[in-house]
């Protein structure tokens, strides 16, 4: 199987407040809408996030924990900023992680956590549990 593209979908009664934070926060663009669903896609990659109404025949509400979406950017920092005085709500304030990730975490209006990290090196603990997985 070759994956072209990869979305997630969010069963919420929140379309527009969701819509509205992926686009002007992370520059998602809509591709669909209507009253029950609406599908963003990334931009300049083939990835997308998608909300849905529950009341559809196959859906259930999203009960707002247990999904993270994760961001990969070229400056944690700068997006930290740029979001903090967009007046976005830090879950998390920004921090370097053992594991190699420089990151913060804030939510969208569903309760989903959106992780913004950029790679940094981990520390010689990870690396060398990295390196055991690595193929010669």
């Known amino acids: 199987m070759k994956i072209k593209r990869i979305d997630a979908t969010i069963g919420t009664e ?18 669909y809408e209507s009253d029950w669903y609406i599908e963003l896609i990334a931009p ?16 259930e509400f999203f009960g707002g924990s247990g999904i993270i979406v994760s961001f990969e950017v070229d400056d944690a920092d700068a997006e930290f900023r740029r979001l903090t005085g967009e007046g976005v709500e830090i879950c998390q304030d920004l921090q370097d992680k053992p594991w190699g990730e420089r990151s913060f975490v804030v939510n969208d209006p569903n309760g989903v956590h959106v992780y913004v990290y950029k ?18």
């Open 44 to 59: 300049d990659m083939p990835a997308g996030i998608s909300f849905i109404k529950p009341q559809r025949d196959a859906g």
């Open 14 to 31: 929140k379309l527009v407040e969701s819509k509205e934070f992926y686009c002007k926060h992370f520059g998602f663009e809509l591709v």
């Open 119 to 136: 790679s940094i090196p981990p520390t010689p603990e990870y690396k060398a549990v990295y390196d055991s997985f690595k193929k010669v």
